[in-house]
């Protein structure tokens, strides 16, 4: 699929991994929390040769993420 197609498109991405772990302080009494990675959500920016490059704003802030295509599931494009 040519995704350069896209590019300045909105994209809501399903991730292939539903879950994810994030680690607080190595103090015993802290537990693993255990959260979902269902979307990732952004404008395409760029399109590589092994993933997406997605851009969002949240609080203000402007970040960039990328998503393997290994990852990806489906996408519904806006």
Same mark, same amino acid.
């Given at each position: 699929?040519?995704?350069?197609?896209?590019?300045?498109?909105?994209?809501?991405?399903?991730?292939? #991994?539903?879950?994810?772990?994030?680690?607080?302080? !190595?103090? %015993?009494?802290?537990?693993?929390? +255990?959260?979902?990675? &269902?979307?990732?959500?952004?404008?395409?920016? #760029?399109?590589?040769?092994?993933?997406?490059?997605? !851009?969002? %704003?949240?609080?203000?802030?402007? +970040?960039?993420?990328? &998503?393997?295509?290994?990852?990806?599931?489906?996408?519904?494009?806006?």
């Amino acid at each position: 699929m040519d995704w350069t197609k896209f590019i300045g498109k909105t994209l809501n991405i399903t991730m292939l #991994e539903n879950y994810g772990v994030v680690y607080g302080n !190595e103090v %015993k009494s802290e537990h693993s929390a +255990f959260y979902e990675i &269902v979307f990732k959500t952004g404008k395409l920016v #760029e399109a590589f040769e092994d993933g997406l490059l997605i !851009e969002a %704003k949240r609080d203000e802030i402007t +970040f960039q993420t990328f &998503v393997p295509y290994s990852s990806i599931k489906c996408v519904d494009i806006y």
